[in-house]
Each structure stands twice: as C-alpha cells, then as structure tokens.
C-alpha cells in the first residue's frame, strides 16, 4: 500500500512538473507597437526641416525574430511618425531601427533587457528658393542607439508589456555632416509566436 502511494505521488508529481515544464513557451517571433516620447536633434540641412525639439513617439511597428531564448534581432519603425510627417509637410521622411536585443534573465516573467541597435533615417524636399524656384535637396543620417528597459511576461509568455529607455547618437549628411542625438522614453506591447516544449526547464 505504502509502495501504491508512493507511485501515486511520484506520477503526481511528474504530472506537474511537466505542466510547469510546458508553460514555458520558447519563442520564435514577436510582433507590437510601442509609444513614448523624449527630446532630438536631426539637422538635414535644407529647408522645411526643424527637426531639434521634443517630441511624441507615436505608434511604432514592432516586430522581433528570436535567435535564442535570450536574444533577439528586433526592428522599430515608427510607422505613425512616418505617416504624420508625410502629410502634414513639404517633405518626404523615412526612419527606422534594428536591435539586437540582449535579455539573459529570461525566460522569466519579468527580464531585463539591453539592445544595442543601429538606424537610418532619409528625408527628401522639393522647396521653393528665395527665387521662387523649386530646388529638390536631401538628407539622411546614421543612428547608434541603445534599448535599455524591463519585460513582464504573462505566464505563457505569449504577450507582454515592456518599459525602456532609448538614448541615440545620430551622425547627420546633408550639406556638411553634424552630428546629433536624443533620449526618449517608452511604453510597448507584443504579441509572441512560441512554442510549448516540455523537454527543458
């Protein structure tokens, strides 16, 4: 009777571990947005473009692929920004981020991240001269940017909330090249894709 119990509690036991083992999603992809906002300064040198001021970090496009458990090649587009500042100016105006996002406490419910990343941004105006003429100038610029925040997870880890903090280098080419740069603060939401394996953790 004694040995019947035992094996009862054993297979008990192993019933819930490999539960536990199971709810431990490994994922693969991720998509979401995120908003914020901060200060910057991007000289493109031609005019219709004062872009040194603080600033709304509207709805950005967020979208990770995973290279492991606890890192991740991430891109931000703030696809929001983009939008507005096409149709609300006489310029055309492109910008966007890629990270690879270091998270070693995961997987948890709550990880710290850091993520190093690099950007670009492209902006083109057909402005009138003093002349009354219309002159087509361009400009574009090189980000170095870092990701520095915090991850809650749901228990599946299937969705999340992160807050983070992002200051940029930003090396300006127009006319002459003028360097730059930011910080801004923001709040995200993704959505993950992963896979349930009970054979780790």
């Known amino acids: 009777m004694k040995r019947a119990l035992l094996v009862i509690a054993a297979v008990g036991c192993f019933a819930s571990t490999a539960s536990a083992q199971y709810a431990v999603g490994h994922r693969t992809f991720g998509v979401g947005t995120a908003m914020g906002g901060g200060y910057s300064k991007l000289d ?52 966007g981020e890629a990270f690879l996002n270091f998270h070693p406490s995961a997987p948890s419910s ?11 941004s ?51 080419h127009g006319d002459e090249t003028v360097p730059g740069g930011g910080v801004f603060a923001e709040i995200g939401f993704m959505a993950y894709g992963t896979r349930y394996r009970s054979d780790r953790y």
């Open 122 to 172: 492209y902006a083109r105006c057909e402005c009138e001269d003093g002349a009354g003429n219309t002159v087509v100038d361009d400009g574009y610029a090189f980000h170095v940017p870092v990701r520095i925040g915090a991850e809650i997870n749901s228990s599946r880890r299937n969705f999340s909330m992160f807050f983070a903090i992002r200051p940029f280098f930003v090396v300006t």
């Open 110 to 120: 709550f990880e710290l991240f850091v993520a190093p990343g690099i950007g670009f």
């Open 44 to 95: 493109y040198q031609f005019p219709g473009i004062d872009d040194t001021k603080p600033f709304l970090l509207l709805p950005t496009l967020e979208f990770k692929i995973f290279l492991g458990d606890q890192l991740s090649l991430d891109f931000s587009v703030p696809v929001v920004n983009i939008a507005a500042s096409n149709a609300m100016q006489e310029y055309f105006f492109f910008t």
